[in-house]
């Protein structure tokens, strides 16, 4: 078997994350670039040198040159005309000329410091004119004004050829600048192709750069990225068992490892999902037996042993009608209790009844003007009140979307047993208010009565769950778990508030909207948040 082992050097960069190519790339481009750019730097510095030696220095050296030979020039035909006429007005133009000379010698003095070979060229016109000026100018200017001078005649072919001499140095003095000048400006040309073509290079390197950054962030980076999303768009879409190919750099492939890790926890997940799912199809199922069983109970409940109860309560209450006082008091005791054990099972059945009925026979949700319904309800335990004497005060009441009948139970319950919990000796003082808060109504039912200790809060709102025993306080224990029903049916909560300590206050809420079947429960967990 072959083994072909990848090199050293592959296997390191195959370890590269995404940053670190980056990192490479944006370190080898503005090598690139910062050695182009210093390249095109060099250039432009070259050729501004040059530039300005040409036009600083060449130029005006040339130029100045010129006018020095034309100072000297002056120099020449004043001295000549003063020598042949004796006229002081031709010397005018030799002392003109020897200012300029000096302001011109200066002048290319300065501009050719750092040239030697025309600083000579310039010392050797400088010694040429100064051997005319000492032979001839200088002594036929001296000469007195009024007559011709003896010494121009006399000297006319030497003057004649040390003046030349000075032409001859001027003319290779200018030959020279003029030559440097044009190799200046030949240097110029050159050096400014030569910048033209390293930008030309440079902008070629720049668009090949973004060329290849381009190239690399697709196929390192924006490629890889691509695969990735379509195989999570696959999976998405539904098909959970698509893998995701590891791809691109180091931190892509951990990404994609870990995307697959994901995608097979989610595989799992909906494993468990549909094993979840199918039981709780069976526990449905179940469910709907023992719903469709507890139905028949009811019906049983409300027909069939409501019957035979009601034999036993009227036999029992006739036998105690006839025979009471007749037998010892142990038998009427016996028949007392019978008495009172038929009306209790018989209230413990309408109490079932009615619990049962809640969000199946009563479930027609429509506006409710809850102050109608609590007049009604008022009326229905009239006599409570009037028995109690109890003051029942209540805020303006809201119309909400509920089922009229559960609303009407409800109000009957709360305020039945603040009359009834009261406290002895103390007339019942119960208020009802309403604040509207978001979506929903919050309610609370005040007395004045015994209360509810902190530690029974939650206990109160469970069927058949007394904190009293039945010769105290008459009742089933279903009143509060009832509410409790109605309530959430309606997608609200109910609980004591355990800040109130001068009696009970129970507060619930109600949805001002209406409620569908199946919302309860989240607009209870709303509610409560």
């Not at 994350?17 to 690139?32: D, E, H, K």
């Not at 009024?146 to 001859?168: E, H, I, M, Q």
């Not at 209540?394 to 409800?410: F, K, N, Y």
């Not at 039912?445 to 058949?464: M, P, R, W």
Request: proline share 3%.
């Amino acid at each position: 078997m072959t083994v072909v082992e990848r090199p050293p050097h592959t296997r390191e960069l195959s370890t590269w994350t995404t940053r670190r190519w980056l990192r490479f790339g944006v370190t080898v481009a503005m090598s690139v670039l910062v050695l182009l750019g210093a390249t095109g730097g060099w250039a432009l510095a070259r050729t501004a040198t040059i530039s300005d030696n040409l036009v600083d220095v060449k130029s005006p050296a040339l130029m100045t040159s010129i006018r020095l030979e034309s100072a000297l020039l002056n120099q020449e035909t004043g001295i000549r005309g003063y020598g042949l006429t004796g006229t002081a007005d031709f010397l005018d133009p030799y002392r003109e000329g020897l200012s300029q000379q000096k302001t011109y010698t200066k002048t290319l003095s300065d501009l050719l410091r750092d040239n030697p070979a025309r600083l000579r060229d310039l010392k050797d016109v400088e010694g040429r004119i100064e051997t005319w000026q000492a032979q001839i100018a200088r002594p036929v200017a001296n000469s007195p004004a009024g007559k011709p001078s003896a010494l121009a005649t006399d000297n006319a072919a030497r003057g004649k050829a040390a003046f030349d001499a000075v032409r001859r140095a001027m003319a290779t003095q200018q030959d020279r600048l003029r030559a440097d000048r044009v190799a200046a400006r030949a240097d110029l040309t050159a050096t400014m192709r030569l910048r033209n073509w390293i930008f030309i290079a440079i902008a070629a390197v720049i668009v090949a750069l973004a060329v290849i950054v381009s190239e690399a962030l697709r196929r390192g980076i924006t490629g890889p990225l691509e695969r990735i999303g379509a195989d999570a768009r696959t999976i998405t879409e539904g098909d959970f068992g698509h893998p995701i190919t590891p791809t691109g750099p180091a931190d892509l492939r951990q990404l994609s490892g870990e995307i697959e890790s994901m995608r097979r926890r989610l595989v799992r997940a909906l494993d468990f999902s549909e094993e979840a799912r199918q039981r709780l199809d069976e526990q449905s199922a179940d469910l709907k037996r023992s719903n469709a069983e507890l139905e028949q109970f009811a019906y049983v409940a409300s027909h069939d042993l409501q019957e035979p109860l009601r034999k036993v309560s009227s036999f029992t209450q006739l036998l105690q009608r006839r025979y009471g006082g007749q037998l010892d008091e142990r038998a009427d005791q016996y028949i007392d209790f019978a008495v009172d054990g038929a009306n209790r099972m018989q209230t413990l059945i309408n109490d079932l009844l009615d619990f049962s009925r809640v969000g199946r026979v009563h479930n027609t949700h429509q506006s409710v003007d809850l102050n109608v319904v609590m007049k009604r309800t008022l009326t229905a335990i009239s006599v409570s009140i009037e028995e109690s004497g109890a003051v029942i005060t209540r805020d303006e009441l809201p119309t909400v979307i509920a089922d009229s009948t559960q609303m009407g139970m409800l109000w009957q319950n709360l305020i039945g047993n603040a009359i009834k919990f009261r406290r002895p000796g103390e007339t019942p003082a119960i208020h009802i208010s309403a604040e509207q808060d978001g979506d929903f109504w919050r309610f609370a039912v005040t007395d004045n009565g015994i209360g509810i200790a902190a530690e029974y809060a939650e206990k109160v709102f469970v069927i058949f769950q007394r904190l009293h025993t039945k010769d105290r306080y008459q009742g089933s224990g279903i009143g509060l778990a009832m509410c409790k029903k109605i309530v959430e049916f309606h997608g609200g909560t109910i609980a004591v508030d355990l800040t109130h300590t001068e009696g009970t206050r129970i507060v619930f809420t109600l949805a001002s909207s209406p409620v569908e079947p199946g919302e309860q429960g989240d607009l209870a967990v709303a509610a409560r948040s």
